[in-house]
Nanobody, 125 residues
Framework: QVQLVESGGGLVQPGGSLRLSCVTSGVTFSGYTMAWYRQTPGKERDWVAVLPRNSNTVNYANSVTGRFTSSKDAATNTIYLEMNNLKVEDTGVYYC??????????????????WGQGTQVTVSS
């Protein structure tokens, strides 16, 4: 059974920092592409950072490049999202995502997909 459990969200002032964690079970980083998504009220859930399976590379959305850093620790089955210089527009619910199996380019989804419950990040003065 796959489980993704996020933590680390909270309230922070603009310019501040937070580190999100996603503890995983039932997935391997060699077999699953991991990702962080963000959803703000009234908008679709958008990807923030993608950590491809079997790779040490990380792809970032333009809006967070240079401010956010994501990494994965296979020893603890955990992925992280380090967020620096936070802006008001970074406010939202952050979700951990795992994608495995074949990738369907037409639907833009993996054969197997799992989501965490989300953690709220609020950037406000």
């Amino acid at each position: 059974q796959v489980q993704l459990v996020e933590s680390g969200g909270g309230l922070v002032q603009p310019g501040g920092s937070l580190r999100l964690s996603c503890v995983t079970s039932g997935v391997t980083f060699s077999g699953y592409t991991m990702a962080w998504y963000r959803q703000t009220p009234g908008k679709e859930r958008d990807w923030v950072a993608v950590l491809p399976r079997n790779s040490n590379t990380v792809n970032y959305a333009n809006s967070v490049t240079g401010r956010f850093t994501s990494s994965k620790d296979a020893a603890t089955n955990t992925i992280y999202l380090e967020m620096n210089n936070l802006k008001v527009e970074d406010t939202g619910v952050y979700y951990c995502h795992a994608g495995g199996g074949a990738y369907h380019y037409t639907d833009k989804r993996f054969e197997y997909e799992y989501w965490g419950q989300g953690t709220q990040v609020t950037v406000s003065s």
